[in-house]
């Protein structure tokens, strides 16, 4: 079992930044593959970056290509989302995840442990 939680969301204005945080539960955090999915309100979940279990692959959806960066600190069992250059089109709420595969996941059923959600809104 993996608990996760998140922090770091909050408001902030067109062209700005923030970083998410996801922090995990357990001794065995390598052996999960991460990944930061976003749902803003009427729309699916949609994955927005992931990573392997060791940070050496990871995988970014259009929107987050050249904006947001994905990484790992696996002695500190955290996973980021550092996000640049953000758009109103970027507010939704995002969730971090993690699935027992050392590999990228690239679906939201790939993922067994889902974090509580943080509210990133963006305003223009």
């Known amino acids: 079992q993996v608990q996760l939680v998140e922090s770091g969301g909050g408001l902030v204005q067109a062209g700005g930044s923030l970083r998410l945080s996801c922090a995990a539960s357990g001794r065995t955090f390598n052996i999960y593959g991460m990944g930061w999915f976003r749902q803003a309100p009427g729309k699916e979940r949609e994955l927005v970056a992931a990573i392997s279990g060791n940070g050496g692959i990871t995988y970014y959806r259009d929107p987050a290509k050249g904006r947001f960066t994905i990484s790992r600190d696996n002695a500190k069992n955290t996973v980021y989302l550092q996000m640049n250059s953000l758009k109103p089109e970027d507010t939704a709420v995002y969730y971090c995840?993690?699935?027992?595969?050392?590999?990228?996941?690239?679906?939201?059923?790939?993922?067994?442990?889902w974090g509580q959600g943080s509210q990133v809104t963006v305003s223009s």
């Open positions: 995840a993690a699935r027992p595969s050392l590999g990228v996941g690239y679906q939201a059923d790939a993922y067994n442990y």
